[in-house]
């Protein structure tokens, strides 16, 4: 409607995430941008500054490098700065004497170094991206420069130039709304809490736990000057944010004649305000976000603005259709009829309108910039994108002026294909991967090597022209971003078993033939799944059973993907092969398979609860529910030794805090965005985690209460009174999130001995 009105962990400790309000928007003095910051960038995973010679060879083609190792000293030749950390690092992994993951990083004996010449290794990527928009949310809000540097030097490593960069924005959005006339009460009151800004930023809430600490906006101010510092300086092409039209309701209130459509509630949360591109404050507001963006943090080359995220465009003249929209992927679509109840030729009128008007509005401010935009919208809602739909909306934007981020080949494949290649635009191929941060173990190692090989082999690829992994929560199933960066460089066709002898040497230092092969027949039980279809089981979020919010359906939860029984050998082969004092990422990576498959067994033994219950059949039910919280305690426990904890998590939160209250509000909202997350929709234990103090502390009990409703109502020969046991358990939920408990990490004394009890306790 139109509104009237050795392993180095990369985990930081808390203690080691302190900020400084000093500013910082030049690389530190003797790191220049290009050889000296690949240079440092090296320097910072253990290599001497003395070993090494560094040479830029720019070139408007593909980015290459070369390396040449002479009488142990390292050449190093490439096209950027990050060509050349990618070009030592991997030539090193490539030799077992360096790895780095984000659960440690490893350099061996830099002696010894065999002569060698890799020859000319190039990408047949001019790009290669990285991070989503909602990495923001269930990964970074409470992240410092030590750990954004470590991140930084994370993508150099696998070869990432065109990272998105997100943080410090609030600190432009807060500056625009002053100038616009808005309250500092009003700015604070529509400002979201740090977890959830990514939705924010993208229109689908506002106001959500405000308001937004004054303090957190100056940090992540900061904070930015110095993550961009360090990625121009590597070369990079950091994508910035730009205005994609939504305004806080008291700038709609405070404009009742402008066109400010109500759009739809996402997931129960409250509408949100679009302000429709063909109104002349559209212009006036986007130009002048960029303008005070470019003024803070300097020009940049890439800008995005998604405007439909999982929201449907207003398609009608008076936008009356904004409210009613509903979105495709989770829910009953109308919007397909709503659009074939209108001339194409008016739908698409409106779509090219929106999309000239969004990059004229980015251009204005900065008129070299291209407009970048998550393509995810025309798979997740396919109903509504059709390929016609599609193309209206790019029509009027010039071909080299957009990159469109095709990020959800793993999950909605072939989008390109039918718009063909995006109808001439620039695009990136992906994969999201992750989402929401939860952790099972999965992925396809062989899908990402066969479809990247198909990529390159197909004619109709058009623009292509870059590759990108886009997860929505990061430190999970490294394993799956070291092939398949590894992969955008030019080696599709190289069989896993030989790629994946070179990394397990590199990671753990050895690797024996036994150790390498019984990685694959773990690699068989976990790493041929592509998405992890639980995580949305009958509109219940969670990744496994024991993760969802209790119900009785539960007893009828499908079989995860993967195969257990070929994991649990894998798991038993590491067992026998690892040496007798695991090295500490040997030991990392038996614990998570160990977690996932045991987690998988506690979803066997909490639907064998279910069921019994159910038929009555109490005294089966009773012995099935202890084993299951025997289970879930042991998992906990092993999950102490892993990067994160509930605890970690907690303490990262509250040391962006600056008073008592302010820590005690950033704890809650890091409780909330991994457990109930927020609104009314479907959204509950989205971002579960397989953490310590979560499977215990949290899960644990929530089942609990629930299987003691049940048991009670079938000994008496009653129904259960689900909606009844249900709202009790929310508000034990919403007490758990306020109770201040901190849940410090408790770490296994011995976790193989406890991998081998668990295996024990949950044989075949």
């Not at 030749?77 to 490539?94: D, F, H, N």
């Not at 205005?243 to 404009?255: D, S």
């Not at 609860?609 to 089966?620: H, I, P, Q, S, V």
């Amino acid at each position: 409607m139109l509104l009237a009105t050795a392993a180095q962990p990369f985990a930081v400790a808390a203690k080691d995430n302190a900020f400084t309000v000093s500013p910082a928007p030049s690389p530190p003095a003797g790191e220049q941008p290009g050889v000296d910051s690949a240079a440092a960038a090296l320097a910072r995973f253990g290599i001497p500054a003395d070993r090494l010679s560094l040479s830029l060879k720019p070139d408007a083609g593909a980015a290459h490098y070369r390396v040449r190792i002479r009488g142990g000293h390292i050449e190093a030749e490439g096209t950027s700065p990050v060509a050349l950390v990618r070009g030592v690092a991997t030539t090193l992994e490539k030799l077992g004497r360096l790895h780095v993951s984000w659960e440690g990083r490893r350099l061996g004996a830099l002696d010894a170094l065999p002569d060698m010449d890799t020859g000319e290794v190039a990408s047949p990527f001019a790009l290669r991206a990285y991070l989503n928009t909602c990495t923001y949310g269930y990964t970074t809000p409470w992240w410092g420069w030590d750990r954004w540097e470590q991140e930084i030097d994370w993508m150099a490593a696998h070869g990432v130039d065109t990272p998105l960069a997100m943080e410090g924005q609030e600190y432009v959005w807060r500056e625009l709304w002053r100038e616009s006339g808005l309250s500092e009460t009003a700015i604070a009151e529509g400002l979201s809490a740090a977890p959830f800004l990514p939705w924010q930023r993208m229109g689908n809430l506002a106001g959500y736990r405000a308001p937004l600490s004054s303090g957190w906006i100056e940090k992540k101010h900061q904070l930015q000057l110095r993550i961009l510092a360090r990625m121009r300086a590597l070369g990079m092409k950091p994508v910035l944010p730009a205005f994609a039209g939504y305004v806080p309701e008291a700038f709609a209130k405070a404009h009742p004649k402008a066109r400010i459509y109500k759009m739809r509630a996402w997931e129960g949360f409250p509408p949100t305000y679009w302000l429709d591109p063909s109104d002349p404050l559209f212009t006036q507001l986007a130009a002048r976000f960029v303008t005070l963006y470019n003024r803070t943090y300097g020009e940049g080359e890439y800008y995005l603005a998604d405007a439909f995220n999982e929201m449907i465009p207003p398609i009608a003249e008076d936008g009356s259709d904004a409210a009613a929209a509903e979105y495709g992927d989770s829910i009953a679509n109308t919007a397909a009829t709503r659009a074939a109840a209108l001339p194409p030729a008016v739908r698409d009128a409106r779509l090219a309108a929106y999309g000239e008007r969004l990059y004229g509005s980015i251009t204005a401010a900065a008129p070299k910039a291209t407009w970048v935009m998550q393509g995810w919208l025309f798979g997740a809602d396919k109903a509504f994108w059709t390929p016609e739909a599609i193309a209206a909306f790019l029509s009027r934007v010039p071909d080299d002026r957009m990159l469109i981020l095709d990020i959800g080949n793993d999950r909605y494949p072939g989008i390109w294909q039918k718009t063909d290649a995006f109808d001439g635009k620039a695009w990136t191929y992906g994969y999201v991967h992750n989402y929401g941060g939860s952790n099972p173990v999965y992925g396809d190692l062989e899908f990402y090597r066969r479809d990247m090989a198909a990529l390159h082999a197909d004619p109709r690829k058009g623009r292509l022209t870059g590759f990108g992994l886009f997860p929505e929560g990061l430190h999970s199933n490294s394993v799956v971003y070291d092939y398949a960066y590894d992969l955008a460089w030019g080696e599709p066709d190289r069989p896993l078993a030989d790629w994946l002898g070179e990394h397990l040497k590199a990671r753990y230092g050895e690797a024996s033939p036994a150790l390498v092969k019984a990685w694959e027949q773990a690699a068989a039980g976990a790493y041929r799944t592509r998405y992890w279809e639980p995580r949305w089981w009958q509109q219940h979020a969670g990744a496994y059973l024991f993760f969802k919010r209790p119900m009785a359906e539960g007893a009828d939860y499908p079989e995860a993907p993967g195969d257990p029984a070929k994991l649990r050998e894998g798991i038993t082969a590491l067992l026998a092969a690892a040496p007798g004092k695991p090295s500490k990422l040997l030991t990392y990576d038996i614990v998570d398979l160990t977690r996932h498959y045991a987690s998988r067994e506690l979803d066997h033994l909490l639907k064998a609860t279910l069921a019994a219950y159910r038929d009555g059949k109490l005294a089966e039910g009773d012995r099935t529910r202890v084993r299951m919280g025997t289970l879930a305690r042991r998992i906990d426990l092993l999950a102490g030794n892993q990067q994160e904890t509930l605890g970690s998590w907690i303490a990262d939160a509250r040391t962006y805090g600056d008073t008592p209250a302010e820590k005690a509000r950033f704890e809650e909202e890091a409780k909330a965005i991994v457990t109930v997350w927020g609104g009314e929709g479907h959204l509950s234990d989205y971002a579960s985690r397989a953490w310590q103090g979560l499977y215990s502390g949290y899960y644990l009990p929530r089942w609990e209460s629930f299987l003691t409703a049940q048991r009670a109502a079938a000994a008496g020969g009653k129904p259960l009174d689900e909606p009844a046991t249900l709202g009790a358990i929310r508000a034990w939920e919403q007490q758990w999130i306020a109770d201040g408990r901190l849940w410090k990490r408790k770490s296994p004394k011995d976790p193989i001995r406890l991998v081998r009890d668990i295996l024990n306790e949950t044989q075949p």
